[in-house]
């Protein structure tokens, strides 16, 4: 099934309206293309972003209650370890 399509208007500056325009002729596509591109990009990017807080912000109040963490200089070393002959295993939270 197919998603619901609706129009929606969005008032741009004259300056950038003639630069979609110009980018729209480089790249072959058209302004509402463009502009369609764009802010799926930009709602990916900041519900990524809005997730990577929320995950943050849920770890932190964790180690508040637990008070169990891995030291920077624990997974430094762990990470350095990648893609040699003496990998380490990943260190535990203590």
Same mark, same amino acid.
């Given at each position: 099934?197919?998603?619901?399509?609706?129009p929606?208007?969005?008032?741009?500056? =004259? =300056?950038?309206? $003639?630069? /979609? =325009? =110009? /980018?729209?002729?480089?790249?072959?596509?058209?302004?509402?293309?463009?502009?369609?591109?764009?802010?799926?990009?930009?709602? $990916?990017?900041?519900?990524?972003?809005?997730?990577?807080?929320?995950?943050?912000?849920?770890?932190?109040?964790?180690? *508040?209650?637990?008070?169990?963490?891995?030291?920077?200089?624990?997974?430094?070393?762990? /990470?350095?370890?990648?893609?040699? $002959?003496?990998?380490?295993?990943?260190?535990? *939270?203590?």
């Open positions: 099934m197919q998603a619901q399509v609706k929606m208007a969005i008032k741009l500056p =004259q =300056q950038e309206r $003639d630069r /979609l =325009q =110009q /980018l729209g002729v480089v790249k072959k596509r058209s302004a509402h293309w463009l502009a369609k591109e764009a802010i799926t990009q930009f709602l $990916d990017r900041e519900e990524a972003a809005e997730q990577f807080k929320q995950e943050s912000v849920a770890r932190w109040e964790g180690y *508040c209650r637990a008070g169990k963490s891995v030291s920077n200089d624990a997974v430094m070393s762990w /990470l350095e370890s990648w893609g040699t $002959d003496n990998e380490r295993e990943a260190p535990k *939270c203590g």
